[in-house]
């Protein structure tokens, strides 16, 4: 199991946690857990079926940046 930490901009309310924390379950990983306040995700995953770069494109197709 792999663990990372992104830097999610643009994320300002509840919905926001639910999109993000949404659209990195449907790719696969094993846990989210949304910063709202520091802008930061702590992702839990399988790199053998789910990429870093795979989850950034998914939290940037739900609007928000990942730097």
Known sequence: M???????????????VQAVTKALNEVGVNDVAVHLETGKVDVSFD??????????????????DVV
């Open 2 to 16: 792999e663990n990372v930490t992104l830097d999610v901009q643009g994320m300002t309310c509840g919905h926001c």
């Open 47 to 64: 790199k053998e079926k789910v990429t870093v770069e795979q989850m950034k494109e998914a939290i940037e197709d739900q609007g928000y």
